[in-house]
């Protein structure tokens, strides 16, 4: 599968992968900021990142990234979430991601370098998220 089709696939499945993600919250005890909020807020949080993951990726500049990430640190100060609760959320998102490429990214040569190109993507996107919504968060304390 080449990767504008991994791509086009994480964005297509972004409620199964959305989903996923409000399990895991819920399923969390290191969430306990992110239990006031309903299913569908929750899910709204995350499927920003799914959705527009082809987005994220193809962004040559770091301005679109540090804008919205930096403005979402601010907020969950803002919201009084634990800060180590808001990168964790972000390091749930990667996961779900990962294990979601490894399971959909084929077996064949190419596939899996296509798979490892789409990884190496998402973890400089996610590295990219969670500087910004630290310094988002720490210009909102």
């Given amino acids: 599968m080449h990767l504008d089709d991994l791509v086009a696939l994480i964005e297509d499945q972004a409620d199964e992968l959305t989903a996923m993600m409000v399990r895991r919250v819920r399923e969390s005890p290191r969430m306990a900021g992110y ?26 500049s770091d301005k679109l990234v540090e804008e919205e990430y930096f403005r979402l640190g601010k907020l969950r100060c803002e919201e009084r979430i634990p800060l180590s609760e808001v990168v964790w959320a972000l390091l749930l998102t990667r996961r779900d991601l990962w294990e979601f490429i490894e399971l959909k990214g084929g077996d064949t040569t190419a596939g899996l370098r296509h798979q490892l190109d789409l990884e190496l993507l998402v973890v400089r996107f996610f590295d990219r998220a969670i500087l910004h919504v630290v310094r988002g968060y720490e210009s909102g304390a």
């Fill in 35 to 60: 239990q006031r909020f309903g299913d569908a807020d929750l899910g709204a949080r995350a499927r920003l990142v799914y959705a527009n993951l082809g987005r994220w990726l193809g962004e040559t």
